[in-house]
Each structure stands twice: as structure tokens, then as C-alpha cells.
């Protein structure tokens, strides 16, 4: 099989076509507006502490809607898409999340709305703010779940084995792009036209991603763009990898959960999913307690991390291809490059005790971990095409999807709790120096129980 895939050369591959890069692109769009509409409270989040009264708590909470919604939707998302199908489950998904992230800016309106609805029923009422941003983060989360498992399913139809951690390292890259035009754009926003300003003109974008996904996008079997030829390439690793059909059996869940490779992949994302999502929704505010940075301040030195990550995700996601050029397996060139990117993350170790040097030190240090995180998500995405059949994915996506939620949802908690209890001791840095050593250490924890749960490749053929 390795050689029936290695004889397709770059050269082959230029001459059955490309139009699989196109589909690539999409998803890196896709993932972008994602990541642009996801951000937005994180970037806003000092004015509307300051405007709302806010304490880091409240923030915790209101971010944790967010990740626990994602995490339950995620389970139901992976399933969903299996059985509505790439395009229309992706076109459903950015139109709930892209009303959610419009949503934001009515949060007034709706946080009123639900206490009446509470006080009605005989329920306590919380702060009218977050009441509706906890609503706007739910609708948002909701859609954006859908995002990887369709863009993962997506890249195992339209991508042969060997391409699909590349593949996914310049999707997954979108999310790098989107976290960099956020701080450059949002505050501009928010300061010249409002906050609510912000969340209407992101979150309206993804109607026009919207446009292009149906114009361009179908299965490839089906698809009029794509050349005999590379279809044939795509499918080059068959039998397991052949085309998902609508007719393709669903494995149940629990069927699914008797698999340690499901095991694996789950336990990867419960560990290292929170770390991203604190990297995305604490570091503004981090700067604004530790350095005085207000929103304008931020845009530069958040671009700059940002920006490192795009290097980590799509060479995190070419790093396979080295091992595999040199006669190792898939499992094994996976495996080997995760090793390598979760030593990575240990330089956070040192950024609070050297951030006395200034902000660019911690800035720096965390881009490096934040870098080694995409690299991390383009190969742990990748080990569930490695190893389930084609029409399984996006239910097994979903289920380390959920699993990762709600490590987000575990460590936005402790983050929040953390930073109230040593701030009002005057010791806030201590706060953030525990959560940046779990930051440091989760990816090396991640990496060892994974490979106890699969220490060798064994590819599911029976579901």
C-alpha cells in the first residue's frame, strides 16, 4: 500500500490536478471566521469588565458557556454531519454560529429578555450582561462545533492519507489567521463605531464563506471540477479510505467507545484543547493586569504571537512527511512528530518568572506554546483518518471534541477562580504561573498516555 501511494510524486500529483486545494482553502476560510468571531469577547473583554463590573469569575463563567456548550455539541455535531453530509452540515453550522456571533451585540436586549423569562418561573435572575453574552456564547457555540468535524471529514474525502496532516495543518492554520486579524481589527471597531459594531460586521462574514461553500463544494464523487485522475489519487490508499457514500453504516457511539484509538484521541483533546482556548481567552487580559495594555496596546504584540502560530500549525503538519520519507509508518511518523512538538510547550515554564524583563518575554515564550498547540491539533486531527473508516470520522471528532470542551471548561474555571483568589492577595503572578505550568506540561502527559492506550498503528476495519 505505502508504495502504491508513494509512486504518486509531486510531479503526478500536478498532473491529475489540484482542485482538492481548493476545498483546502475553503476550510482554512472556514476556520478563519471561526476564529474571528470566537476572539471577539476575548479582545473586548477589559472595556466590557470595566463597562459591566465584571469579575474574573464572571468572565470564567461566561466564557465557560461557551466551551461546555461546544463540548456537548461537538458529540451531537460529529454525528450530525455524518448523516446530513459535509455541505449541508457546514452550511447549517455557520449560520447558527454566525447569528450567535451577532447576537453578541444584542446582549443587552436578550440578557433582559431571559430574567424575565426566570423571574417569571420563580428563578433567580444573574446580571442582565452576562446573562445575554452566556446566550450569544451558547448560539456561537452551537455552530462553531461544527466547524472541525466538518473540515476533518472534509480533508479524509478529498485528501489520500499521506496529505491529510499537511492538509489539516493549512486549515488548522486558519485559526492562527483568524487570532491575528481579530486584534487587528476588533479594537479599530469597538473604539471608532462600538463594541457592538464589532460583533454584527465579524460575525457577518461567514454569509459570504457561506456563498462560496455552496458554489464550490461537493462530494467528490460527484464533484464536475474534479479531474478522473485525481479522484483516482485521492483514493489511492483504498479500500479504507474509499469514498464515504450517503448509504455508509454509523457506528454507534458505544460501538465507537470500545476503541482505544477513540480513547486516545479524546484524552489527547481533554488535555490540550483548555490550553488554546486560555492562550485565546486569557492573554488580553492577562496584559491588561500584568502590563496596563489596554486594546490598541495589544494589537501588535498579539499579531506577533499569533503570527508564530501559523508557522507551528503548517509545519507542525508537514513534520509527519519527514519521518515518513525515511521508512517510518503513518502511526509511527505521527507519533514521533507529537513527541518533538509537545517538549515544545515547556519554554512557557519560564514566562512568568522572567516577565519582569517586559511583556515581549512572555509574549514570545507563549507564541512558542501557542505555535506547538496548532502543530499538536493539525497531527491529533489526523490520527482519527489515520485510523477509523471515512464515514466514522466526524462522530469520532466529535467525541474528543466534547471531551476537549470540557478540559476548556476545567481550566477556564480553575483560571478564573485562580486569578480572584491571588488577586485579592496582591499576588495575581502566582495565579499565572500555576496555570502556565499546566500549559507547559499538558501536551507531554497527553502524549504518553495516548501512546500507552496505541502503541502501534492498528487500523479500525470493522465498523
Given at each position: ?6 509512486s504518486?510524486t509531486?510531479e ?5 490536478g ?6 483546502c ?7 478563519t471566521?471561526?476564529y474571528?468571531?470566537?476572539?471577539v469577547?476575548?479582545l ?9 463590573g ?11 458557556t461557551?466551551q ?24 447549517l ?8 456571533a ?32 452566556m ?8 455552530g462553531?462545533?461544527g ?15 499521506r ?10 492554520s486558519?485559526?492562527n ?27 457577518a ?13 461537493d ?13 483516482a489519487?485521492?483514493n ?17 457511539w458505544?460501538?465507537?467507545l470500545?476503541?482505544?484509538?477513540t480513547?486516545?484521541?479524546?484524552f489527547?483533546?481533554?488535555m ?18 500584568q ?7 495589544m ?43 509537545a ?8 514566562a512568568q ?11 514570545l ?34 467525541i ?13 474555571k ?5 486569578f ?27 502524549w ?5 492506550l ?10
Amino acid at each position: 500500500m505505502n508504495q502504491q501511494v508513494m509512486s504518486f510524486t509531486p510531479e503526478r500529483t500536478t498532473v491529475v490536478g489540484r482542485y482538492r486545494w481548493t476545498i483546502c482553502a475553503l476550510l482554512f476560510f472556514a476556520t478563519t471566521i471561526n476564529y474571528l468571531d470566537r476572539q471577539v469577547l476575548s479582545l473586548l473583554a477589559p472595556v466590557l469588565t470595566k463597562e459591566f463590573g465584571w469579575t474574573n469569575t464572571d468572565y470564567a463563567n461566561i466564557t465557560a458557556t461557551f466551551q461546555f456548550v461546544y463540548a456537548i455539541s461537538m458529540l451531537f455535531a460529529g454525528r450530525v454531519i455524518d448523516r446530513m453530509g459535509t455541505k449541508r452540515a457546514y452550511i447549517l453550522a455557520i449560520i447558527v454560529w454566525s447569528l450567535g456571533a451577532i447576537g453578541h451585540a444584542y446582549a443587552i436586549g436578550i440578557g433582559t429578555a431571559v430574567n424575565s423569562v426566570l423571574t417569571t418561573v420563580g428563578l433567580a435572575a444573574v446580571p442582565v450582561s452576562i446573562a445575554g453574552f452566556m446566550v450569544g456564547r451558547a448560539v456561537l457555540a452551537l455552530g462553531e462545533a461544527g466547524n472541525f468535524p466538518a473540515a476533518i471529514k472534509a480533508t479524509a474525502e478529498y485528501f489520500p492519507k499521506r496529505e491529510r496532516s499537511f492538509a489539516t495543518g493549512i486549515f488548522n492554520s486558519g485559526a492562527n489567521v483568524g487570532a491575528v486579524l481579530a486584534p487587528l481589527s476588533v479594537p479599530l471597531i469597538a473604539e471608532y463605531w462600538g463594541w457592538q459594531a464589532a460583533f454584527i460586521a465579524v460575525g457577518a462574514v461567514g454569509f459570504i464563506w457561506m456563498g462560496l461553500w455552496i458554489w464550490l463544494y461537493d462530494a467528490p464523487e460527484r464533484q464536475r471540477r474534479l479531474s478522473a485522475g485525481e479522484l483516482a489519487y485521492i483514493n489511492s490508499d483504498a479500500p479504507t479510505s474509499a469514498p464515504a457514500t450517503e448509504a455508509a453504516p454509523k457506528a454507534s457511539w458505544f460501538k465507537l467507545l470500545g476503541y482505544r484509538q477513540t480513547w486516545a484521541f479524546a484524552f489527547g483533546k481533554f488535555m490540550t484543547d483548555g490550553v488554546w482556548w486560555f492562550f485565546l481567552f486569557w492573554l488580553p487580559k492577562y496584559m491588561s493586569a500584568q502590563y496596563g495594555l489596554s486594546g490598541p496596546d495589544m494589537v501588535v504584540p498579539l499579531a506577533v504571537l499569533y503570527s508564530m502560530t501559523m508557522i507551528g500549525s503548517v509545519g507542525g503538519g508537514w513534520l509527519p512527511t519527514w519521518f515518513l520519507d525515511r521508512g517510518y509508518n503513518i502511526y509511527q511518523g505521527r507519533m514521533r512528530a507529537m513527541l518533538l512538538i509537545a517538549l515544545c510547550p515547556l519554554v512557557v515554564l519560564a514566562a512568568q518568572p522572567l516577565g519582569y524583563l517586559g511583556y515581549w518575554v512572555p509574549v514570545l515564550l507563549i507564541g512558542i506554546g501557542a505555535s506547538a498547540h496548532q502543530a499538536w491539533s493539525a497531527n491529533l486531527f489526523t490520527t482519527v483518518s489515520d485510523m477509523f473508516p471515512k464515514h466514522s470520522v466526524g462522530s469520532v471528532v466529535g467525541i474528543g471534541g466534547m471531551a476537549g470542551g470540557l478540559g476548556g471548561v476545567l481550566l477556564t474555571k480553575l483560571g478564573g477562580a485562580l486569578f480572584d483568589h491571588y488577586g485579592a492577595l496582591g499576588q495575581l503572578q502566582t495565579g499565572y504561573m500555576i496555570m502556565f505550568s499546566i500549559c507547559a506540561l499538558a501536551y507531554l502527559v497527553a502524549w504518553c498516555v495516548m501512546k500507552a492506550l496505541v502503541p502501534a498503528h492498528r487500523e479500525i476495519t470493522n465498523l
